[in-house]
């Protein structure tokens, strides 16, 4: 009788599954670590533009107010 997955695919899973265990580590809603660095999606803090930045970075709702 043929098995249905392949060794070779079996190990594959075995390997992802781990992957995914490793990965979370707390048990918290929305406590979750990024394998990917760089950039964060969180908010940190506002700083003085400088002339290079990406404009798509610009809160242009504080730039009016502040009158910058």
């Known amino acids: 009788m043929e098995a249905l997955i392949s ?4 190990k594959r ?7 995914a265990r ?4 707390s048990t918290a809603k929305g406590e979750r670590r990024s ?5 964060s999606v969180e908010f940190a803090d506002y700083r003085t ?3 290079g930045d990406d ?14």
């Open 35 to 39: 394998g990917a660095r760089g950039q």
């Open 13 to 19: 899973l075995e390997q992802l599954q781990l992957l």
């Open 22 to 25: 490793r990965r979370s580590k």
């Open 7 to 10: 060794p070779d695919l079996m």
């Open 49 to 51: 533009y400088v002339p």
């Open 55 to 68: 404009l798509r970075r610009i809160d242009w709702n504080l730039f009016g107010r502040l009158e910058r």
